[in-house]
C-alpha cells in the first residue's frame, strides 16, 4: 500500500507537471514516512500492528469452550477499545505532554491515534467471529434485529452524558454501524434477484491486491479525464465510481483469456 500510493502520488504530480519534487530524497522520505500529506504511513501503522495482534486474538477465542468464557471475551475487549479511546480525556496533561502518548493515544500518526485504532480493529474482529452463526441463517428477524441496535445506538448517544459519549460512540455506535453494513451486504447476498448481478464479488476477492491496485487506477484516469468538463462532483463521482468498478471487473475477465496478461499479473504477484 505505501508503494502503491508513492506511485500513484508521483503520476499525480508528473501529470500536473509539478516534477521538482519528484526528484527530492526529502519529499519522497516524507511520504513513505510521515513527513508529507500524502503520506498514508499514519494508518499503515495501526493496520500492521492489529495483523500482529490477530493470531493472540485467534487463541483466546479457540481458549472460549463455553458461552460464558465467549461472553468474557467479548466484555473484555469492548472495555479495552473503550479505555484507548478515553485515554485523551481521562489524561489530557500527559497525554498532551508526552510526544509518545500523543501518538499513541492523542493526535496520532498522521492523525490516527494507534492505540484506539487498533481497539477499533479489536472489535471488528469480535464482531467477525459472532456474526458467523447469524450469517448461516440470515433472516429478517436478523435484518430487523441490526437496524433495531442501529437506531438505538444512536438515541443512546444523543442522551449520553458528555463525558461518555466517546465511549459510547467508540465501541456500542461504531459496533452497530458495521452490524448494519454487514447486515445489508448479507441481506443483498442472500436476496434471490441480485444473485446473478453479484457474481463478480469473489472475483474481486480472488485477485484482492489487484483489485485494490487497479481501481485507483481507473478511477483515477476517469476523474482527470472528466475534470475538464466541469461536471458536478456527485455526477462525477458517481462516474468514476461506476466506471471504476465496470472497468475492474473488465480487466479481471481478460485474466483467464489472455494467459500472458495472467501470467505477467502474477510475476508482480497481482
Known amino acids: 500500500m505505501v508503494a502503491s500510493n508513492a506511485v500513484m502520488v508521483g503520476i499525480r504530480h508528473l501529470v500536473a507537471h509539478e516534477t521538482e519534487p519528484l526528484f527530492s530524497f526529502e519529499w519522497w522520505s516524507g511520504v513513505l514516512v510521515l513527513g508529507s500529506e500524502w503520506s498514508i504511513s499514519g494508518i499503515l501503522l495501526p493496520i500492521g500492528l492489529l495483523l500482529l495482534v490477530c ?16 461472553v468474557m471475551l467479548a466484555a473484555g475487549l469492548l472495555l479495552f477499545a473503550a479505555f484507548t479511546w478515553s485515554v485523551p480525556s481521562l489524561v489530557p496533561d500527559l497525554v498532551a505532554y508526552h510526544r509518545a502518548l500523543d501518538v499513541m493515544f492523542g493526535a496520532g500518526a498522521g492523525g490516527f491515534p494507534v492505540i484506539p485504532m487498533i481497539g477499533s480493529g479489536v ?19 436478523t435484518m430487523f434485529g441490526a437496524i433495531l441496535l442501529f437506531v438505538a445506538a444512536r438515541q443512546l448517544l444523543s442522551v449520553t452524558p458528555g463525558f461518555l459519549t466517546v465511549i459510547v460512540g467508540r465501541t456500542l455506535v461504531d459496533v452497530s454501524h458495521l452490524v448494519l453494513m454487514i447486515a445489508l451486504a448479507t441481506g443483498l447476498i442472500h436476496w434471490r434477484p441480485s444473485r446473478r448481478a453479484l457474481r463478480f464479488v469473489p472475483l474481486l476477492g480472488c485477485y484482492s491486491l489487484f483489485t485494490f491496485l487497479a481501481h485507483r487506477v481507473v478511477e483515477q484516469t476517469l476523474s482527470i479525464s472528466l475534470r475538464p468538463y ?19 471487473v473488465e480487466l479481471l475477465k481478460w485474466r483467464p483469456v489472455f494467459p500472458s496478461y495472467d501470467r505477467l499479473l502474477r510475476a508482480l504477484y497481482l
Open 55 to 70: 493470531p493472540v486474538l485467534v487463541a483466546l477465542y479457540d481458549r472460549c469452550r463455553s458461552r460464558l468464557r465467549q
Open 123 to 141: 472489535l471488528g474482529f469480535l464482531l467477525g467471529v459472532f456474526w458467523q452463526p447469524p450469517q448461516e441463517r440470515f433472516d429478517r428477524d
Open 230 to 248: 466541469g461536471l458536478p462532483s456527485e455526477l462525477l463521482y458517481v462516474v468514476c465510481f461506476g466506471g471504476g468498478l465496470i472497468g475492474l
